[in-house]
């Protein structure tokens, strides 16, 4: 079976995206604080962007390791089943610690999510510094997500078979 190319280049993004991660949970807990500045506004507008340049080469890696599915098998993973399956069977190779991480953050990103929701009022405009919580939430789970499936890429041997599900 062909191996899978650019590891190297995917632990290399992977080591940036938890940089990412790291950034925007510091830029997160100063915000909670209560700091507030332009700069700070702007160097979290800017992480924010840069997420999402970063999670096109997860997004391609993923699509590498999905390459021997055919359309009609990307269908059958609606089933929920099946897409738990394959979910776990493609996130297998990251680290436990990270996949915990991954889980931890979204669940918490969910939950500013939900008091952002719940504190906005249409009389009442949200402040810059609910809206660096909020961005900073939301950029580090993608980092984190970004980091685990560019980790699972780099130590995959090969493209998952849809014959395994």
């Known amino acids: 079976m062909k191996s899978l190319p650019a590891k190297g280049l995917a632990r290399a993004l992977s080591v940036v995206a938890l940089a990412g991660f790291a950034l925007s949970v510091v830029v997160h807990m100063i915000s909670m604080v209560g700091f507030h500045s332009q700069i700070f506004l702007r160097f979290q507008i800017d992480l924010f962007f840069g997420m999402f340049f970063l999670f096109l080469p997860a997004a391609l890696a ?23 399956k394959l979910w776990r069977r493609l996130i297998s190779p990251a680290p436990k610690w990270l996949r915990g991480l991954v889980f931890a953050v979204g669940v918490y990103t969910l939950i ?18 609910d809206e660096i919580r909020l961005m900073s939430a939301f950029a580090a789970v993608f980092y984190a997500g970004a980091a685990m499936i560019l980790i699972a890429y780099a130590r995959s041997d090969h493209p998952l078979n849809p014959a395994e599900f």
């Not at 055919?70 to 609606?78: A, E, I, K, N, V």
């Open 62 to 84: 993923q699509e590498r390791l999905l390459c021997q599915f055919s359309f009609r098998d990307r269908l059958r993973t609606f089933n929920p089943k099946l897409a738990s």
């Open 112 to 129: 500013i999510f939900g008091a952002f929701i719940y504190t906005t009022n249409p009389a009442k405009p949200t402040s810059e510094l």
